[in-house]
């Protein structure tokens, strides 16, 4: 007859380990439950909902996404005289100059600047071709012809392309902090302090480096216009108030505040390189550029991947340094997708329409992210992929 008692006691073992398994992993999976996926399918329910965090939710259906996705493109022709038929021009601030008058009035003065007028096409009012309730998202001029993106959240989709746009900072970051990672890689003096030098703005609170930007970029009495006077560059740049220049300057503060954390990743990851690849590389020829290319590259394409997508998913949600330096303007200029939903979830107290609007950007940055690792397929190497 077989012994049944190290078989009950196998298994009397393996039930002490799952259930101390299951005890362990509890918390863990407690708090995704209750602080993860519990608020994420509550907020999909609210996105179909008005409330107003004071009183209780009304269902309005898919209301919230129709105002999202309500979108027009309008193509707007230049504007003629009722009368005569003649095309029209804006002259300054002069609008509906005819056709016929343009030659007279490009020879005048503007009375403002001094300088001679300048005459452009006349068009329509943004308001009288678009819908009812829609704003101006972006004005496209294609094959000579004006057209008119809008929307009724306008101010929305303003708001995501600034912060894709702003994502360009991602990859020009990466790049330097590679660059940095390479130089700090050698046997130089002092290595170590700057080391610790470039990892600072990493332990600093966001808010006290947004302030000392601040500063920097300060108009009047800022560092950066001071320095570019000092060189003979142009030194009046109003860089958190001016359409052009708050993107780019955002950008340069956002590349500086994560150089450090990319610089020490890419550290790390240089000094896992085998030794014995480059020694083969210098063997067979490869000068700087070729080991940078065929060594340094292909073994750093895991690192570069897991940066640019923490970085774009990170860069999806940018909110406090924007915030703080620029309020969204000028003109809804550096507003992003994360004030705007906060906008309207705290300040405005529409909770289910910023729901709607969470989903819309976790979508993206889905979309964005599995586009990424599809990609990559094509670009990263992995140590047990390249000795096959």
Known sequence: MIPLRPRLSQAS????????AWLFILPVTAGFFLFVLGPM???????????????????????NWHSIFSVSVVHTPQARDEASGELLFQCGRHRNVPASELADWQQRNDERTGEPFDCRPGYPRDREVLPERFGVVSEIALFGQRWLLGARDHVLWIALFNTVYMLLAVPIGMALALAVAIVLNQQLR???????????PNVLPIAATSVIWLWIFNPEFGILNHLLGSVGLPAEGR????????????????????LGFQMLIYLAALQAVPSQL??????????????FRFVTWPSLSPTTFFLLVTGMIFGFQSFAQPYIMT????????RTVVMEIWKNGFADLEMGYASAQAWLLGVVILLITVANFRLARRWVFYEHEQHV
Do not use: H
């Not at 480059?278 to 080991?291: F, K, N, P, S, T």
């Open 239 to 258: 860089w958190l108030s001016d359409q052009g220049t708050v993107k780019p300057s955002l950008m340069i503060m956002g590349i500086w505040s994560a």
């Open 190 to 200: 002092g290595r170590n302090l700057l080391r610790a030098v470039f990892y600072l």
């Open 327 to 334: 309020r969204g303007g000028p003109g809804n200029a550096s």
């Open 278 to 291: 480059y020694e083969a590389a210098v063997i067979d020829g490869a000068g700087l550029w070729g080991r």
């Open 41 to 63: 399918l509550a907020s999909l329910a609210l996105s179909f909902t008005k409330w107003d965090l004071l009183s209780p939710a009304e269902w309005a259906g898919t209301r």
């Open 13 to 20: 073992n393996t039930r002490r380990e799952a259930f101390w």
